[in-house]
């Protein structure tokens, strides 16, 4: 008798902390877990692909590689006051520890590193290169 009971009785309530872990994941994930087990599966690769979209990691793979090449072929002086910092359609942004560095870069070095750079990136990803103070 208590099965016959088991059987017609109403799935449980949904809780708030529940519900704010879905809106969570949905917000990380770029869709809701819970939509997708009630009618269409996702496909591995599209959920793969729209959350490497989202959160940009073939730009922040570049810009790893770009720090990279830079710790090496970048004049040992250098390297220790300027940093790549992020690229900007086209535009890498460097950080400079003072002006005196940003001045000298800037007006002695900057096309040496450009090349450097776009020799290893090629010109279209890397088009130019701008210094602050960070």
């Not at 073939?58 to 090449?69: M, P, T």
Request: proline fraction near 4%; hydrophobic fraction near 35%.
């Amino acid at each position: 008798m208590n099965r016959k009971r088991d059987k017609h009785r109403s799935p449980p309530r949904e809780r708030p902390q529940d519900r704010n872990l879905q809106n969570t994941l949905a917000a990380w994930w770029g869709f809701s877990p819970v939509e997708s087990h009630r009618g269409a599966c996702l496909n591995i690769a599209d959920l793969v692909s729209r959350v490497s979209k989202k959160h940009q990691f073939e730009k922040r793979r570049i810009e790893s590689e770009i720090a990279l090449v830079w710790d090496k072929s970048i004049a040992p002086g250098i390297d220790h006051h300027a940093r790549p910092v992020k690229l900007v359609h086209g535009t890498l942004i460097v950080n400079v520890d003072n002006n005196t560095w940003l001045h000298d870069l800037v007006r002695y070095h900057n096309s040496k590193i450009l090349e450097s750079l776009q020799a290893s990136f090629g010109s279209k990803l890397i088009q130019r290169i701008s210094f602050r103070i960070g």
